[in-house]
């Protein structure tokens, strides 16, 4: 006699077994419509599993964050299955939901092309209109791997045989089509609904090893509703339009070649813009009190292997052997090179907080095919600092940072900002109890910042529990950028101490932070929050000065020196062309402001002042306009201190 509690605590009882879709309709017709899937005690399940035992219940439905997780699994099995309807002869291999949509990966002999993804997804749409029913099954092994034996599917046996043996082997059917899966899923294929789209095709390794066979990965995706659909294609399509990779060639901000994978060439005006960023953040850091150094490239593998990155991070170094048989390796992080800074002399308890910041160049052997313009790369650049304090200043450390990582992202236009709190990951350095401390830390710290977190389950770093902050753009994505990490770990495994009040010693605290996270990173998400049109404080030109006529050459020399003393980036722009193609060239290039001079500015000694976006023209007297312009391409923290 099950007793099912709900989540307003309302108590139901039952003969005997119940199904989640019995108590969904017991509760009233509009949810048993409404329901997707259910949870008992945090986990969700399908619908027509059987509860036997008392039970915390609640009901998925649309309105729950990851009922789209649950659709999207779906879609994939409805994309293998009509795979297997229009191609009998393929093999499907593994097919999860992701973050934006879905995949399946194939083997197949020939590949699939554009009009083979029209006729799957054409075949989609019927076998949801079939509304066939989702059930689940249970097999034994043995019953699985002879199964996908006789049907020569290899792939599927090694999915089986990698199973732990304590777990249940299940099996989800619908119409004709049945696929290995833990589930859970819709009770139906109609439950889908039409909202889906597949947009490619891809080349994937079995199980990510370039050793094994080359797969086929159909991607897709899919949400509740069509207007969400097709928002979120047209989404892609300003995505497309503002690719940091087109932009950054266009502007002459870098370039990428393959005999520096991974690293990025900076051009004269890229180099500008990351220059000016990086000035600013070493301007914040030294009003937040933290003290900049600097660490070495190479580091003796035994200092990792104390750290422990070795076991964790090792296949992802880049090494180096020197001639006394050392292997070194090119650092990945910063946090170990900190730590021994902190352990010359002696540090007391008055000392602390002590922060410390880099901007820290790191290597990470990247696989090729995760490279990624200068948002994914193997060399780049971190704006990394380490807190290190006593236990009772964990909380006023996190929410100074806190605080100060929200008004950087202001100053860079990025209003809307989650918080993710990522509690233990399965595979971790300490002891539990080392753990319930680091994270009771962090969430005592998160409410003392007062910020709002969703759980982002088992994604904390190796050596302690974190929050990870995601941004929004300006069209709806989202990038997680900052971090803030507690950890009682790494001090005590590179025996970091401090001498405490009473003169005995102790663990300092070490609070592992980022704010940008890569400089690298950061330009390109800039990128293509403005589209390449960067705010004027961060403009690599900030304005041409183009003579009307060559007569006034001289003056519109006068007028760039003059922006140049008030602290402007100026070029002027002397050609013999028109003016109306000068205009429409340096609008292009995004340059923010743009003066026209000739004979008449010249004899007033004022300028044509165009900004870029309007039409309009403004005439000013060359003293006012220095003095306006001085003001506007100000860094936000420059710029409050002249209005205070």
Sequence with gaps: MPVITLPDGAKKTYEGSVTPAQIAADIGPGLAKAALAARIDGEMIDLTLTLTEDANLSLVTVRDEDSL????????????EAVLELYPETQVTIGPSIENGFYYDFHREDAFSTDDLEAIETRMHEIVDRNEAITREVWSRDEAVAFYKKNDEPFKVELVDAIPANETVTFYRQGDFIDLCRGPHMPSTGRLGHAFKLMKVAGAYWRGDSNRPMLQRIYGTAFHTEKELNAYLVMLEEAEK????????SLDFFHLQEE???????????????????????????DAG????????LVDRSLWEASGHWEKFGDNMFTAESEDDRTLALKPMNCPGHVQIYRQGITSYRDLPLRMAEFGSCHRNEPSGALHGIMRVRAFTQDDAHIFCTEDQINSESVAFCNLLQDIYRDFGFEEVRVKFSDRPEVRAGDDAT?????????DATDAAQLETTLNPGEGAFYGPKLEFVLRD????????GTLQVDFVLPDRLDAEYVTEDGSRARPVMLHRAILG???????????QYSGRMPPWLSPVQCVVAPITESANDYADKVADALKSAGLRVETDLRNEKISYKVREHSVAKVPYIIAVGGREAESNSVALRRLGSDKQETLALSEAVNTLGKEILPPDLARQVAE
């Design 260 to 286: 520096a994978a991974g690293s990025v060439f900076w051009h004269p005006k890229g180099w500008v813009l990351y220059r000016e960023i990086e000035s600013y953040m070493r301007r914040r850091l030294d």
């Design 518 to 528: 890569s400089l690298e990173r950061w330009i390109g998400i800039l990128i293509e």
């Design 435 to 443: 753990w319930d401390k680091a994270e009771a830390a962090l969430r």
């Design 242 to 249: 503002r690719d940091h990779r087109k932009l950054g060639r």
């Design 290 to 297: 933290y003290n900049e150094v600097k660490t070495p490239q």
């Design 69 to 80: 997780a649950l659709l999207r699994h779906d879609a994939a099995h409805v994309m293998a």
């Design 474 to 481: 300006a069209i709806g994505r989202d990038w997680q950028c």
